[in-house]
């Protein structure tokens, strides 16, 4: 369903978001 979908997307898209924040930080 849908939460698959975010699921999915999330998955592939956090390892990349997340060092960005990290250096915000």
């Known amino acids: 369903g849908l939460f698959g979908v975010l ?8 390892p990349h978001v997340v060092p960005v924040i990290a250096e915000k930080l």
């Open 7 to 14: 699921g999915s997307i999330a998955k592939h898209v956090l």
